[in-house]
C-alpha cells in the first residue's frame, strides 16, 4: 500500500484522490458521486452538464431560436440546470462520504454566471470549485461569497503568481488548493504558453517543486498541490508523498477513471482507450478555443493533420515572391509560390476543391461536404465559449473581427455527440498521454470493466 494519508480537502479530512472534471458528460453525477462514496473527491463538470425530460433521457437540444444570441441564452440557461441537477445526482450517490467538487472551463462563454448561480442553488451539494482553461480570477470571489473552496489549475507558478497578485490574496480564506496540471501529458485543453515548446516536455518535479516555493512565499504552507496529468499509477509518483520540497499534496486522476462501469462515456470510447498505443494521443493546436489541446487520433483528428498540412501561403497582390495565380472562386483569386502550385493541384485534383482562407493569410481545402458542414456547423453557433475561432463568436463583442477558421471544429457539437455515443471515429477523443496504458494495466486485462471501487482501491494499493 502506498502511504497516503487523508488530509483536509474543502473541510473535510479525505483522501487525496480526486477525480479530474471533464465535459461533456465525460464526467457526471454519477461518476463524481461513486468517487466521493469511497471518501475520495467526485468532481462533476459543468461544461453544458445533463438535464433529463420527464422520462429521463438527457436534453440534448436546448434551443430552436433563431439568433445566435437567443440561442447563448437558452444554453447557460441550460448549463446552469445541468449543473445544479448533476450536483443533486452526485450528492444523493455519495451522502456525506468524500467530497464533491465542480469544474468549469473558464474560457466558456458566461462561465461565471454559470459558476455563479450553480453554486448559490446547491448549497451542502458541491464543496469546491475548479476552474482552468485561462486566467479565473473572479474565481476566488465567486467561491467565497458561496462559502465555496476554490482550485486553480494551473501550469506554472507564473500563472498562481498573476493569479494571486490580481485577485485571490483578497480571497485567501477558500483557496483550498492549487491544481498542477501538466502541459504535456494532460487530456483536454492544455497550459502551455508561448514560451514553452510543445516537443520538449519538462520534469514536474521541479516545475511543481518551484510552485510550492511559490505557495510558500506567499503563505500557503498549508494548502495542497494538486498533481494532474499524466498521473496512473501513485507507486510513480512517492517521492512526491510527504516530501518536504513538495509539501502538502494530493493527486488527480483524468483519463483512468473513463474506463469504469460508473462513468459516462460510450462502451465504443473505452473500447479504442483500451486498445490505444504510445503515440495514439496529439497535442496540437486545432481547438477553436485557441488552447492546445491533447485528443487520440482518429479519422477526425487526422483529417485536421492532414488539412493543416496541406495549407499554402497566399498573398493578396502579386509579387515577385507569390507570382501564381490560385482562383478560390469564380470571382476571387490570391496569389501562391510557384512552388506550392502543385501541391494545391494534387488537393483539388484529390476532391478537395473547396479552397477557404484562414486569419493567417494561408488556404486550406476542403471538400464540398466538408464546407457544407463546417457552414451548417457556424450557422447553428450556440456562442458556448467566449471568443471562438471556428465561427468568430464573441461573448463580450459579438464578432472577433477576424474571418472563421476553417481549420478548426465546432467544439461544442463534437462534444455533445461524443458524451452521448456519437461516432468514435467522426468526433473529438480527448484523452491523457498515458491512455495506451490501459492496454496493459492489469486492471483491465481481457477487456475487463473495473468499478470505481475497485479503481480506487487499485489506486491506493499504488497499482
Keep these: 500500500m502506498i502511504n497516503l494519508k487523508n488530509i483536509m480537502i474543502s473541510g473535510k479530512e479525505v483522501c487525496p484522490i480526486i477525480e479530474g472534471g471533464k465535459g461533456i458528460n465525460a464526467t457526471n453525477g454519477f461518476s463524481s458521486g461513486h468517487f466521493a462514496k469511497e471518501g475520495c473527491v467526485g468532481t462533476i463538470s459543468l461544461v453544458s452538464a445533463d438535464y433529463y425530460d420527464e422520462n429521463g433521457n438527457a436534453v440534448l437540444e436546448r434551443s430552436t431560436k433563431l439568433k445566435r444570441q437567443e440561442r447563448h441564452e437558452d444554453l447557460i440557461a441550460g448549463a446552469i440546470k445541468g449543473g445544479i441537477k448533476q450536483a443533486q445526482i452526485a450528492h444523493e450517490i455519495a451522502g456525506d462520504n468524500g467530497r464533491i467538487h465542480a469544474n468549469e472551463l473558464w474560457e466558456l462563454a458566461d462561465s461565471e454566471i454559470v459558476i455563479r448561480e450553480v453554486l448559490k442553488e446547491t448549497k451542502g451539494l458541491i464543496h469546491g470549485v475548479t476552474c482552468g482553461a485561462g486566467l479565473p480570477y473572479k474565481l476566488g470571489e465567486i467561491a467565497s461569497e458561496n462559502g465555496v473552496y476554490y482550485y486553480p489549475i494551473v501550469s506554472s507558478s507564473r500563472a498562481l503568481q498573476i493569479l494571486w497578485k490580481r485577485a485571490y490574496s483578497k480571497y485567501s480564506e477558500f483557496l483550498g488548493g492549487v491544481v498542477y496540471e501538466d502541459p504535456w501529458l494532460a487530456g483536454g485543453h492544455n497550459g502551455l504558453s508561448n514560451a514553452e515548446n510543445p516537443n520538449e516536455p519538462q520534469d514536474p518535479y521541479d516545475r511543481i517543486k518551484d510552485l510550492r516555493a511559490t505557495m510558500n512565499s506567499?503563505?500557503?504552507?498549508?494548502?495542497?498541490?494538486?498533481?494532474?496529468?499524466?498521473?496512473?499509477?501513485?507507486?510513480?509518483?512517492?517521492?512526491?508523498?510527504?516530501?518536504?520540497?513538495?509539501?502538502?499534496?494530493?493527486?488527480?486522476?483524468?483519463?483512468?477513471?473513463?474506463?469504469?462501469?460508473?462513468?459516462?462515456?460510450?462502451?465504443?470510447?473505452?473500447?479504442?482507450?483500451?486498445?490505444?498505443?504510445?503515440?495514439?494521443?496529439?497535442?496540437?493546436?486545432?481547438?477553436?478555443?485557441?488552447?492546445?489541446?491533447?485528443?487520440?487520433?482518429?479519422?477526425?483528428?487526422?483529417?485536421?493533420?492532414?488539412?493543416?498540412?496541406?495549407?499554402?501561403?497566399?498573398?493578396?497582390?502579386?509579387?515577385?515572391?507569390?507570382?501564381?495565380?490560385?482562383?478560390?472562386?469564380?470571382?476571387?483569386?490570391?496569389?501562391?509560390?510557384?512552388?506550392?502550385?502543385?501541391?494545391?493541384?494534387?488537393?483539388?485534383?484529390?476532391?478537395?476543391?473547396?479552397?477557404?482562407?484562414?486569419?493567417?493569410?494561408?488556404?486550406?481545402?476542403?471538400?464540398?461536404e466538408e464546407w457544407a458542414t463546417m457552414k451548417n456547423d457556424r450557422a447553428k453557433c450556440v456562442g458556448c465559449l467566449s471568443q471562438c475561432q471556428f465561427s468568430s463568436w464573441s461573448g463580450l463583442k459579438g464578432t472577433t473581427g477576424k474571418i472563421c477558421d476553417p481549420r478548426t471544429y465546432c467544439i461544442h457539437k463534437t462534444l455533445v455527440d461524443i458524451g452521448h455515443g456519437g461516432s468514435v471515429d467522426d468526433n473529438l477523443l480527448f484523452a491523457g498521454h498515458q491512455v495506451y496504458r490501459f492496454a496493459k494495466d492489469p486492471l483491465y486485462a481481457n477487456g475487463n470493466i473495473p468499478t470505481t471501487h475497485e479503481l480506487i482501491e487499485a489506486i491506493k494499493a499504488g497499482r
Design 218 to 368: 506567499l503563505g500557503l504552507q498549508n494548502i495542497p498541490v494538486i498533481i494532474a496529468g499524466g498521473v496512473w499509477c501513485l507507486s510513480e509518483w512517492e517521492k512526491y508523498i510527504e516530501n518536504p520540497e513538495i509539501g502538502l499534496v494530493a493527486f488527480q486522476f483524468g483519463t483512468r477513471p473513463m474506463i469504469t462501469k460508473e462513468s459516462p462515456v460510450s462502451d465504443e470510447w473505452k473500447k479504442v482507450m483500451l486498445n490505444t498505443k504510445p503515440g495514439d494521443v496529439a497535442l496540437q493546436l486545432f481547438s477553436p478555443t485557441g488552447f492546445y489541446s491533447s485528443a487520440i487520433k482518429n479519422k477526425f483528428l487526422l483529417r485536421l493533420m492532414e488539412r493543416k498540412e496541406g495549407e499554402i501561403l497566399f498573398s493578396a497582390e502579386q509579387n515577385d515572391e507569390f507570382d501564381t495565380e490560385l482562383a478560390l472562386s469564380q470571382v476571387k483569386k490570391v496569389y501562391i509560390k510557384s512552388a506550392d502550385l502543385a501541391k494545391a493541384n494534387n488537393q483539388i485534383n484529390a476532391g478537395f476543391s473547396v479552397i477557404q482562407e484562414t486569419p493567417d493569410s494561408t488556404v486550406v481545402f476542403l471538400t464540398p
